[in-house]
């Protein structure tokens, strides 16, 4: 919530998008906000600030033609419902959601509801495995992920995107 932070977050954003445009990058990948695990603000507060962010990078977005991938990360934005929410509330082709398995599990989210859920913004996937207790990204079959399953939902839903290993 520092304001001084936010801007030079924004900054920094802004920068990045340029960048990717020019390495040909099509998406940045975004969590919007983020939550002090002993002081956090209200919900009400990093969405608010999520929003204003969003509002003011997404002209760069339409600029550069670059993609903002907002994805769901505990503890700031993590259900499925809240991409879908600020997704829907801009309605806006550079704006996308970028659904990660682990931390759906980590915020106690079925990877399964949560891809159905934002299916019709899906950018990206991102795959990694995790027991439900820490937050790891860690390799395929050393956690509690089922990967066919997940296979399946992403077909179901008739995702035909880029799903990528994010291993730690």
């Known amino acids: ?45 990093v969405w608010r600030q999520a929003v204003e962010g969003i509002r003011r990078l997404l002209p760069i977005c339409e600029a550069t033609g670059v993609t903002f991938g907002l994805e769901n990360a505990w503890p700031a934005l993590p259900l499925a419902q809240h991409l879908a929410q600020l997704v829907a509330e801009f309605r806006h082709e550079k704006l996308r959601i970028v659904y990660d398995v682990d931390n759906a599990i980590i915020a106690k989210e079925s990877p399964l509801t949560g891809l159905d859920t934002v299916k019709d913004s899906l950018a990206l996937v991102h795959l990694s495995d995790t027991d439900n207790e820490t937050w790891g990204h860690n390799p395929v079959g050393t956690g509690l992920v089922d990967f066919g399953a997940i296979a399946a939902t992403l077909k179901a839903i008739g995702y035909t995107g880029v799903s990528i290993l994010e291993i730690v």
């Not at 954003?13 to 969590?31: F, P, S, Y």
């Open 1 to 45: 919530p520092n304001p001084g932070i936010r801007e030079e977050t924004l900054l920094q954003l802004r920068e990045t998008i340029c960048l990717a445009h020019d390495l040909g990058a099509g998406i940045v990948v975004v969590t919007a906000g983020k939550q002090h695990p002993l002081i956090a603000p209200d919900f009400a507060v």
